[in-house]
């Protein structure tokens, strides 16, 4: 490998790795905005399964963002627990997204 094309894959690694922070950032600040982290925390159960225990979950499930998606938006009852999970209706699909992604992304 010639030093351009080293130069360019670190270069890409670098964007790539500010990206995610980025996204891990927007996705913290959209948590918090949403009243989320009032109910769930990354590694630990608060009112509703923590992000690890989703993440976890749903693995394997190709559907698994939009599921979560869904679930966020629309509320949950009895999923998790006798304690329902508010809908977050005026939460955006983006935004939705952004949140799904990040704790499906959880890990230990």
Known sequence: MNMKTRSS???LALCCA????????DAQAILKDNGCM???AKDEKIVG???????????NDKDAVATLMQSIQNG????????????HRNMSQDDLKVVATHIL???P
């Open 9 to 11: 894959l670190v270069l």
């Open 49 to 59: 399964p923590s992000f690890l225990v989703l993440a976890d979950k749903y693995r």
């Open 105 to 107: 992304a959880s890990k």
């Open 38 to 40: 009032s109910c769930h």
């Open 18 to 25: 500010a990206a995610g922070a980025a996204q891990a950032a």
């Open 76 to 87: 949950v009852k009895g999923k998790w627990g006798r304690i329902p999970m508010p809908a």
